[in-house]
């Protein structure tokens, strides 16, 4: 593997599939496209979801069951994982954006800090969750049960909360759809 160089492109899963096309006797030019045995190298810039380990947990698949787990920095965007089940799991500081959790369960998880900028939670339950500082720009929560969650600073502009169950709230410092601030309701 002498002159190989190894380039993390977005994930650890990435650079793992780059070095079995090195080993293999591929070459990543960095171009994309196909190599002169015929393979391509535009995979490799497409990882699957990471926690920063080489593969993803493999509970992270839509309606997958991750109640309780340690996921650490979860890496999903524009991932389906419908009806999910994250449960007590801890998300915190996940890149969810443009993520598809219809039907999720995430009521009690720790998900502070979360990108879920896009992501589409039509229907989630998110129960008594931890969603400080999170990022949910633009986000669907049309019909979610959000019942005890606390938004405290949390990033909600143009999110559709339409039909949401917002009993007991703390929406503290949080940034709302209409973009206004809502500090009504601080500790």
Known sequence: ???????????WAGAALVVALVLAGCSDDGDGGDEA??????AA????PTTGALEPP??????????GEELGVLSAPGTDLTGIDLTDADIHTADL???TLDGARLAGADASGAD???ASLRDADLTGTDLRGATLMGADLTGADLS??????ALMA???IDGANLAGVVFCGTTMPDQSVNDVNCP
Do not use: H, N, Y
């Open 1 to 11: 593997m002498s002159g190989a160089v190894l380039r993390r492109s977005g994930s």
């Open 37 to 42: 045995d015929g393979t391509t190298t535009e």
């Open 45 to 48: 810039t497409t990882a699957p």
């Open 58 to 67: 493999a509970c992270v698949v839509a309606g997958g069951d991750c109640a």
């Open 97 to 99: 954006t443009g993520a």
């Open 116 to 118: 879920l900028t896009g």
């Open 148 to 153: 005890g969650a606390d938004f405290t600073e």
């Open 158 to 160: 143009d999110a559709v």
